[in-house]
């Protein structure tokens, strides 16, 4: 006896039905992956650039931030690069993976005194803390 088109489709249905679906499937709790993630988010150090200003020592909000550093190449020309970073509400920027070495940081905030510095950057990690103060009165 020959088998009908009806069913070969219904059996071909029951066959797929029966197999899991994976992709859908919770991935397991002792997977690796997040803790390579996290390993790798650790592993990101950030320069954290506090700016204050004024007698009273107050955060300086929505300072400009600019951090520039050239990169020496051997053969060809040395390229130059520059980041703009915001301070946040509390005087705080934060500058993911900055370079090592001789960098610049200047600062530029409305109401204060333009503020720039050579820094030489030995750990990723650093703190720098950065005063501004007001600038002189034009009659």
């Known amino acids: 006896m020959k088998p009908t088109r009806f069913q ?5 249905v029951a066959a797929f039905c029966a197999v899991p679906l ?9 997977s690796q992956a997040p803790a ?8 990101v ?3 954290r650039i506090e700016v204050s200003g004024g007698d009273k020592n107050v955060a300086v909000e ?3 931030v600019y951090l520039k550093y050239v990169e020496e190449k051997k053969l060809g020309k040395d390229r130059k690069y520059e980041l703009n970073v915001k301070t946040n509400r509390s005087g705080v920027a934060h500058i993911p ?3 090592l070495g001789r960098v610049l940081i200047q600062i530029v905030a409305e109401g204060w005194k333009t503020y720039g ?3 030489e950057l030995t750990d990723p990690g650093e703190v720098i803390k950065i005063h501004l103060d007001r600038p002189p009165k034009w009659y």
């Open 8 to 12: 070969l489709s219904a059996l071909l």
């Open 22 to 30: 994976h992709a859908q499937d919770n991935p397991p709790q002792n």
């Open 36 to 43: 390579e993630s996290t390993e790798s988010s650790a592993a």
């Open 45 to 47: 150090k950030r320069l």
């Open 62 to 64: 929505n300072a400009s």
């Open 97 to 99: 993976d900055p370079p």
């Open 117 to 119: 510095k050579y820094y």
